[in-house]
């Protein structure tokens, strides 16, 4: 299986401050057909989770341009370039490149 | 819009049964694989089980291979997760999941259905 290691596990910062997480593969990402299925989910307490980036680096829709994907092979990160009290919360990384699908163990962010 | 409405959780002893069903709306079903998803109270998301559109191809975490069961209904635009010989670490909040793509991403999630196996 492919386990997803998520750093930090909790992070807490200043209102319009940026934020990273990392999040680390066991195994290569990178599926027969060239792409890589690595997403960002985040959920807020009592919901369930939303899509954020997909495939790297791409945003979904409706997602704020503060939120970037970066990454390849094992190694992916979650930028905010200016975090928002509404970005509180608990963000995973998933896998989607090999079965079983994998989640990271959660980054949950307060703010400061 | 993308609605997803689980039904079915509930309250059951370890060893018992439940189906869960998740009725869709907001897109064409059967052109899209579905997802269940699971997250036990105050932990992490787990993967349980996938579908393709077409109904053809099934895909089982291990914990749960052999206990449970993944189906579809296109006429009635519902998942639905057969669940057998429950134990007390099944317990858990199941979201039904939209897949886009195959590989895939997960787009849109329902609400929830709480599972709770306990004596």
């Known amino acids: 299986d492919a386990v997803l290691t998520q750093t930090p596990l909790s992070l807490r910062v200043t209102l319009g401050q940026p934020a990273s997480i990392s999040c680390r593969s066991s195994?290569?990402?990178?599926?027969?057909?060239?792409?890589?299925?690595l997403s960002w989910l985040h959920q807020r307490s009592g919901q369930p989770p939303r899509l954020l980036v997909y495939r790297i680096s791409n945003r979904f829709s409706g997602v704020p341009d503060r939120f970037s994907g970066s990454g390849a092979g094992t190694d992916f990160t979650l930028r905010i370039s200016r975090v928002q009290a509404e970005d509180v919360g608990v963000y995973y990384c998933?896998?989607?490149?090999?079965?079983?699908?994998?989640f990271g163990q959660g980054t949950k962010l307060e703010i400061k | 819009e993308v609605q997803l409405l689980e039904s079915g959780g509930g309250l059951v002893q370890p060893g018992g049964s439940l189906r869960l069903s998740c009725a869709a709306s907001?897109?064409?079903?059967?052109?899209?694989?579905m997802a269940w998803v699971r997250q036990a109270p105050g932990k992490g998301l787990e993967w349980v089980s996938t579908?393709?559109?077409?109904?053809?191809?099934?895909h089982y975490a291990d914990s749960v291979k052999g206990r449970f069961t993944i189906s579809r209904e296109s006429s009635e635009n519902t998942l639905h997760l057969q669940m057998n010989s429950l134990r007390t670490e099944d317990t858990a909040i199941y979201y039904c999941?939209?897949?886009?793509?195959?590989?895939?991403?997960?787009?849109?999630w329902g609400q929830g259905a709480l599972v709770t196996v306990s004596s």
């Open positions: 907001g897109f064409t079903f059967v052109d899209y694989g």
């Open positions: 998933m896998q989607a490149t090999h079965f079983p699908r994998t």
């Open positions: 195994q290569a990402l990178v599926h027969s057909n060239g792409n890589t299925y």
């Open positions: 579908i393709s559109g077409n109904a053809k191809n099934t």
């Open positions: 999941v939209k897949e886009v793509g195959d590989p895939v991403f997960f787009d849109s």
